[in-house]
Nanobody
């Protein structure tokens, strides 16, 4: 049974940091590209960051470049999203995504940036 379980979301003040984690199981994690998406209320889901299976290539949305870092630990079947200098516009539900021959999604974790 495939599972992607996100954690680490919460309420943070502007300028603060959070680290999201996504624990994967039920598939060969190391050969899947992993991504983080987010969806704010009333908006479409958007790609935030992407990392290849080996971790050698990463890509980011322009809105988060220089502030967010995606990484993965294939020994732990986990992908991370380090989010620094958070802004109110980063408020959204963040979803973990795995893609290769199939596409898998996590249930999402809420991130709220507010003073």
């Amino acid at each position: 049974q495939v599972q992607l379980v996100e954690s680490g979301g919460g309420l943070v003040q502007p300028g603060g940091s959070l680290r999201l984690s996504c624990a994967a199981s039920g598939f060969t994690f190391s050969i899947y590209a992993m991504s983080w998406y987010r969806q704010a209320p009333g908006k479409e889901r958007e790609l935030v960051a992407h990392i290849t299976g080996g971790g050698g290539i990463t890509n980011y949305a322009d809105s988060v470049k220089g502030r967010f870092t995606i990484s993965r630990d294939n020994a732990k079947n986990t992908v991370y999203l380090q989010m620094n200098s958070l802004k109110p516009e980063d408020t959204a539900v963040y979803y973990c995504n795995a893609e290769r021959w199939a596409v898998y999604w996590g249930q999402g974790t809420q991130v709220t940036v507010s003073s």
